[in-house]
């Protein structure tokens, strides 16, 4: 079956832009959790969506936002971007809660703000 | 809060031999799961292994194998007759079933080269 896609792969945006990450899930799953990896902090949680519902947020502020369609695909938005969001963005999709049931992860979505 | 703390940032083996990943973790709960990821230069995270704390026998996947100190908080990975497709970044991760706080925490990583 297919993996977790995540589009696109590399983008370059300039501080105070926005961008929209996106993660299609695997068929039948409906739980998607976002992740920021960086050098310095490894991976953050950034939130987690099942049916369309944010059931837990992590500890960033408001310019990061999610949400997830009635097809499980999940996006991420951040909006005013700052030199500090330059990262690498990791979903995974689950059954149930990642971890629970077994996480599957995509390929990340490699952002550079400039 | 759980913390998961991974002290060693690099590690080296030589090709055939054994090597040990350590972790640390500190959690109040009783009931959670413990879990070791490998990302690849592809970026893509892969389980490579996973414990539930209420199992004391520790848990086994081909060359990999924990070692799971409940009382201690410790969960060290250990790879045997290392490849060199093992050469990856390992991190360790830990999570438990709250309800509202349900997440999956990371440790920092650890950078694993395996020598020919």
């Known amino acids: 079956k297919a993996g977790v896609t995540q589009t696109p792969r590399y983008l370059i945006k300039t501080r105070g832009q926005q961008v929209t990450l996106s993660c299609s899930p695997i068929?039948?799953?409906?739980?998607v959790s976002w992740y920021q990896q960086t050098p310095g902090q490894g991976l953050q949680f950034l939130f987690e969506y099942f049916s369309e519902t944010q059931r837990n947020k992590g500890n960033f502020p408001g310019r990061f936002s999610g949400r997830q369609f009635s097809n499980s695909r999940s996006e991420m938005n951040v909006s005013t971007l700052e030199l500090g969001d330059s990262a690498l963005y990791l979903c995974?999709?689950?059954?149930?809660?990642?971890?629970?049931?077994?996480?599957?992860f995509g390929q990340g979505t490699r952002l550079t703000v400039v | 809060a759980q913390t998961v703390t991974q002290s060693q940032p690099e590690m080296s083996v030589q090709e055939a031999e054994t090597v040990t990943l350590s972790c640390t973790y500190d959690t109040s709960e009783s009931d959670y799961y413990l879990f070791w990821y490998k990302q690849p230069p592809s970026r893509q995270m892969i389980l490579v292994i996973r414990q539930e704390a209420y199992k004391q026998q520790n848990a086994t996947e081909n060359r990999f194998s924990v070692n799971f100190q409940k009382a201690a908080k410790s969960f060290s990975l250990k790879i045997s007759d290392s490849q060199l497709g093992d050469a990856a970044m390992y991190f360790c991760a830990y999570f438990s079933n709250t309800g509202a706080n349900s997440k999956l925490t990371f440790g920092k990583g650890i950078t694993l080269s395996v020598r020919p």
């Open positions: 068929s039948g799953h409906r739980s």
């Open positions: 995974a999709s689950s059954l149930e809660y990642a971890g629970l049931t077994e996480a599957f």
